[in-house]
Every structure is written in C-alpha cells, then in structure tokens.
Nanobody, 122 residues
Framework: QVQLVESGGGLVQDGGSLRLSCAVP????????MGWFRQAPGKEREIVAA????????YYADSVKGRFTISRDNAKNTVYLQMNSLKPEDTAVYYC???????????????WGQGTQVTVSS
C-alpha cells in the first residue's frame, strides 16, 4: 500500500498564496506520475495539475494556469503545489494522487492522500 501524506492547507484571503506538499514514503516515488485534484462542496472532483516522473511533462487545468505551479523533488519523495493569486472559487479539499501506470492514454491514479482543506475568503 502506498501512503500519501498531504500538508499545507489552510485559510487565506483573496489574492493570497499557499503551498501544498505531498510526501510519499518509499523507494518508488520517482516511478509515479503525481497529480493534484480538488473537490468543492456540491461539485465533482477535478484535476488541478499533474507532473510526470521526472517533471518533463506538466498539465494544468485552465482555471489555474498562470497561478498554480506543480513541482516535485524526487530526492525528498515530495510533490508540491504552489498556489498564488488565490480566489474564493479555489476553495476546496485538495488531494494528491499517484499513478504508476497509464490507461487509455491517461494516468490511472490508484493511490490517494487524505485531503487538505484550502479556504479562500473574499
């Protein structure tokens, strides 16, 4: 079983910044595609950003492009999500996830963190 441990959520004002971290203990971190997802109350979970094994390929949802940055440090087994210019509509529970394989051309996220709350006040 792969364990993902998230941290860094909290309450921030409109326009503020937060950095989320997700640690993945073990020796296989660099074999995973890592993604950040979020789920707001009453809405479906959506992908926010994803990063490939060595960081060469990165994806962002249109809603966060130019404001959020995903990165990873394989030496520390950690993936980050730097969130700047936060808006109230970014309020959600944020989850990190790990995919060890692709399915139909997209990452198959098999492992999930417990989630961390991000609240942006207006």
């Amino acid at each position: 079983q792969v364990q993902l441990v998230e941290s860094g959520g909290g309450l921030v004002q409109d326009g503020g910044s937060l950095r989320l971290s997700c640690a993945v203990p073990g020796r296989t971190f660099n074999s995973y595609i890592m993604g950040w997802f979020r789920q707001a109350p009453g809405k479906e979970r959506e992908i926010v950003a994803a990063i490939s094994w060595k960081g060469g390929n990165i994806y962002y949802a249109d809603s966060v492009k130019g404001r959020f940055t995903i990165s990873r440090d394989n030496a520390k087994n950690t993936v980050y999500l730097q969130m700047n210019s936060l808006k109230p509509e970014d309020t959600a529970v944020y989850y990190c996830a790990a995919a060890s394989r692709m399915m139909a051309g997209t990452p198959k996220y098999d492992y999930w963190g417990q989630g961390t709350q991000v609240t942006v006040s207006s």
